[in-house]
């Protein structure tokens, strides 16, 4: 078993290769959550690994809180589906997305006091509006990556 960076080559080298055989099999399903913890704090879980997130204490906000609206429980759902022949550089970019090809969330939301779904309908859409990551998602932005050659002595 080689391994490199950590890696076990083989173990890699063997699912190109069933990829290569079977496309079919690379049609995944990958999935993350997150849970509101106050604040702008949550906890993210995305596959096997959990980190908390927090916003820089100079952030303030205009959603829920100003609106007066208390609440209890916020968790979020997100799962996406990425195509591996496209991801493992079987296939060109042109023809499969090495990317998500669909991402669906879905977010449940409970509130200490009694709300109307009508105002809860409304702060999910202006949230969804305002989302940084929904829409960086879901608009084109400019992308730039520069390699810089470090080398160590």
């Known amino acids: 078993m ?17 990829v290569k055989e079977n496309p079919e099999l690379g ?21 096997e690994s959990t980190t908390r997130m927090d916003e820089p204490a100079d952030l303030g906000g205009t959603n829920a809180a100003v609106r ?19 991801f493992l550089g079987l296939e060109p970019p042109e023809k499969v997305s090495p990317g998500f090809t669909n991402i669906r969330a879905r977010v ?3 509130t ?28 084109p932005v400019n992308l730039e990556v520069k390699l810089e050659m470090r080398r160590t002595v």
């Open 108 to 110: 449940f939301l409970k």
């Open 27 to 47: 049609k995944t399903l990958w999935r993350a959550s997150a849970k509101w913890k106050g604040g702008f704090k949550e906890e993210v879980k995305i596959i």
């Open 68 to 86: 007066g609206i208390h609440i209890d429980k916020v968790e979020v759902e997100v799962e996406g589906d990425i195509d591996l022949p496209g």
């Open 112 to 139: 200490k006091k009694p709300v109307s779904r009508e105002v809860l309908e409304k702060l999910h859409e202006d949230v969804v509006k305002t989302s940084p990551v929904g829409n960086t998602l879901k608009n």
């Open 2 to 18: 080689e391994k490199i960076n950590g890696l076990d080559v083989d173990y890699l080298k063997n699912v190109v290769a069933l």
